[in-house]
């Protein structure tokens, strides 16, 4: 994942263009605005926490910051997966705390025009809208962009946030 690839497509100059990092959790592809992003890694060995919600791998240790990890896959209701040499931790900040999401595989960094942007119909791939801003209109696909802080609620941000505690 080392190109920005830019959608064709937009007939009017100077409109605005979507920034995101795409990458897939099963057969579907999602999208995340850019500036959301910290930084993305390889899998590393996460620790197992008691009591943690399901959807939680643990927590990893981060140039010295203990960070929670969510399984995106668990968090949409989707059967867990092993991790092998393309799943990665899309590491961004939500409401002032630092978390890990992990992803099947990260695909490229895209620039899309808002006009290939529609709003999302009421479910998409067995996710709930709330968590969808806009469902992208590629050439040969389509990309469903999510809203990262609308993905936990604000009761299992607090248990996220005890759990890195």
């Known amino acids: ?17 979507l ?13 995340v605005d850019i500036l959301k992003v910290q930084e993305i890694n390889r899998m590393p060995e996460v620790t197992r926490v008691p009591n943690a919600p399901e959807f939680v791998d643990g927590v990893i240790n981060l140039r010295g910051k203990v960070i929670p990890v969510i399984a995106l896959r668990r968090r949409f209701g989707m059967k867990r997966k092993e991790s ?52 992208g209109k590629l050439e040969d696909r389509l990309l469903i962009l999510l809203d990262l802080e609308r993905i936990l609620t604000s009761a299992e941000k607090g248990k996220i946030a005890a759990v890195a505690a």
Do not use: W
Request: without cysteine.
């Open 1 to 17: 994942m080392n190109e920005t690839v830019d959608i064709k497509g937009s007939t009017h100059a100077g409109e605005e263009l």
């Open 19 to 31: 920034q995101l990092v795409s990458f897939k959790i099963g057969e579907e592809e999602f999208g």
């Open 84 to 135: 092998d040499k393309n799943t990665r931790i899309v590491v961004v900040e939500l409401d002032g705390k630092v978390v890990g999401f992990v992803v099947d595989a990260v695909s490229e960094v895209l620039r899309i025009p808002r006009n290939l942007t529609e709003a999302p119909p009421a479910i998409v791939a067995g996710i709930e809208a709330e968590y969808i801003t806009a469902v």
